[in-house]
Nanobody, 119 residues
């Protein structure tokens, strides 16, 4: 089993920054990917950014150039640095860990952290 604990959300104004953290614990295999998703009210959950253990990254077009995902493999922790925030970034942000378990891809989710950007 894997547990993910997020932190760092909050209320900021347009143009400000926030840094989210996600600490993973439990049975974590060497090959995995960690990512951040978000869900705004009335919308589907969407990918924000993902990073593999070898630090390959992928971003949603809407956050490219503003958000940076990183990870500390020794601590099984992922980070999301969010700059130049806008009200459109307001959502609950969820941490995700994806890994293969005996030939099956499994997804694990954190409880979510609220990010609110005021105009």
């Amino acid at each position: 089993q894997v547990q993910l604990v997020e932190s760092g959300g909050g209320l900021v104004q347009t143009g400000e920054s926030l840094r989210l953290s996600c600490a993973a614990s439990g049975t974590i295999f060497p090959i995995n990917a960690m990512g951040w998703y978000r869900q705004a009210p009335g919308k589907q959950r969407e990918l924000v950014a993902v990073i593999t253990r070898s630090s390959s990254t992928n971003y949603a077009d809407s956050v490219k150039g503003r958000f940076t995902i990183s990870r500390d493999n020794a601590k099984n922790t992922a980070f999301l640095q969010m700059n130049s925030l806008t009200p459109e970034d307001t959502a609950v942000y969820y941490c995700n860990l994806q890994q293969g378990v005996f030939g099956t891809i499994r997804d694990y989710w954190g409880q979510g952290t609220q990010v609110t950007v005021s105009s």
